[in-house]
């Protein structure tokens, strides 16, 4: 576990796993079963054809952002940059909400990869799919992040839509704009859940640009926030 916490998601293979605790990858296998069983780890496998995706390893993340950071806490952290632990921790937060949403009874089943394209920096987080339907790339933001990656994946998998999920208010403006400017036919949304840091006023910013989505947010006390993101998500999948 200490293991996992110290990588990125795509850094670590069953294979480095077993040559660091010096066992089996059968045994690495049977254990990281295990982990999912008990929903402390989950994994999202390679967006690719059945061949290259029975080549390709499959990405671990922690089941919520406070195991991995606990578990960095009790065991010292590495050597990752704190902006890019950040980010990690914010990346993991979203997968985490993908499996609670696939795997609600409320919810229709999709699946969940990761990107496979050869160019790395132009990846995005998350692929997501359900059975026959047009996929829709989600790219996790923290930070000073661009466009480039989601912009680049909805041509690359000629994708009717993408998501970008954010935690500051900073560059909304930028990525409203810089969207138009690469795709100016396509409709943007902005979802904001009731946040106390501007980003209602950044939007309105861009309004000329911004179509007004069903979802609006709901009050912080609201007894199951979790329905926030399933209603967030169903505009784009049930759509």
């Known amino acids: 576990m200490k293991f996992l916490a110290e990588k990125y998601p795509g850094d670590i293979s069953q294979n ?20 999912e069983k008990t929903h402390l780890i989950f994994h999202t496998e390679p967006y690719a054809g059945a061949n290259a995706r029975a080549k390709k390893s499959w990405q671990y993340y922690f089941a919520t952002p406070s195991i991995m950071h606990a578990i960095n806490l009790k ?63 989600i790219e996790v933001g923290h930070g000073n992040k661009g466009t480039s990656q989601i912009n680049d994946a909805i041509r690359r998998y000629k994708a009717p839509h993408g998501i970008v999920i954010s935690d500051t208010t900073k560059t909304i403006e930028k990525v409203v704009t810089d969207f138009k400017k690469v795709l100016p036919n396509a409709n943007i949304y902005v979802y904001d859940n009731n946040s106390t840091d501007g980003t209602d006023e950044i939007a309105k910013k861009a309004q000329k640009f911004v179509k007004e989505g069903n979802f609006v947010g709901m009050p912080k006390n609201y007894t199951n926030r979790n329905e926030i993101r399933w209603y967030a998500l169903n505009e784009f999948l049930g759509s």
């Open 16 to 35: 480095a796993l077993a040559n660091k605790i010096k066992t089996s990858a059968g045994s690495v296998n049977t254990i990281m079963d295990l982990l």
């Open 75 to 137: 065991f010292g952290f590495s050597s990752i940059k704190l902006s890019e632990y950040e980010g990690i921790l914010l990346e993991t937060l979203v997968g985490s909400n993908l499996v609670n949403l696939k795997n609600s009874e409320r919810f229709f089943d999709f699946g969940i990869f990761y990107d496979t394209y050869k160019v790395k920096k132009q990846r995005v987080d998350f692929i997501i799919k359900k059975d026959f339907d047009e996929v829709i790339p």
